[in-house]
């Protein structure tokens, strides 16, 4: 069975500090992929990396794809309190290519 | 254009009532996936579709769940009859084709009383 374990599973911090949250699994993954998910609202997809070593930027957001497609990375540069919200990774793999869901990380950014 | 559209947005209803939410996917998209959502558990996949055809059920947690899509533009998740730990957020998603981006609806908060 495949897991995505994401770590921490909770955290905040005071506006304009940097944070890396880890997303990582003993299986290889064809695709990873990072949501962002707001209160009341469904998972938005915020970027999808495919090559093992990949960096991807959005802004501030800067995501990494392990060598060997088992893990990965996000770090955010001076968060800011829109950051705020609970960040799904998401792994294609196995016999289907069926998506599955890490825990997420809920992250609060204080003002 | 309109997203993956889910109704109703919150169902309150006593126990051993029966429970059905509908969801309308993205047109075009082939792939449909039923989701719940608590805190305790995080996101799991109850059961998705390809193509109408349901692939895996696996995520299914018992027989009181059943879930249906007669057409590519509608499906239903229905639960009965519905016990109080059924209480959740159930999210519908819709994506091009499988191992894609799935694009979510807003969801559905269930309170089972």
């Known amino acids: 069975t495949q897991l995505l374990e994401q770590s921490p599973q909770f955290l905040s911090i005071q506006e304009g500090e940097n944070l890396t949250v880890y997303c990582n699994s003993s299986s290889v993954f064809s695709s990873l992929q990072w949501y962002r998910q707001e209160p009341g609202e469904g998972p938005v997809l915020l970027v999808t990396?495919?090559?093992?070593?990949e960096v991807k930027k959005l802004k501030r957001l800067t995501f990494q794809f392990g060598d060997a497609r088992k893990d990965s990375s996000l770090h955010i540069t001076a968060a800011q309190p829109g950051d705020t919200g609970l960040y799904l990774c998401a792994g294609a793999g196995g016999r289907d290519d069926k998506i599955i869901f890490g825990k997420g990380t809920r992250l609060h950014i204080l003002p | 254009d309109a997203g993956v559209i889910q109704s109703p947005r919150h169902e309150v209803t006593e126990m051993g009532q029966e429970v059905t939410l509908r969801c309308k996917p993205i047109?075009?998209?082939?792939?449909l996936f039923w989701y719940r959502q608590t805190m305790m558990r995080g996101l799991e996949l109850l059961i998705y579709f390809n193509n109408n055809v349901p692939i895996d059920d696996s995520g299914m947690p018992e027989d009181r769940f059943s879930a249906k899509m007669p057409n590519a533009s509608f499906s239903t998740l229905k639960i009965q009859p519905s016990e109080p730990r059924d209480s959740a957020v159930y999210f519908c998603a819709s994506s091009p084709r499988l191992a894609l981006t799935q694009y979510f609806g807003p969801g559905t908060r269930l309170t089972v009383l």
């Open positions: 047109s075009g998209h082939n792939s």
């Open positions: 990396v495919v090559t093992g070593g």
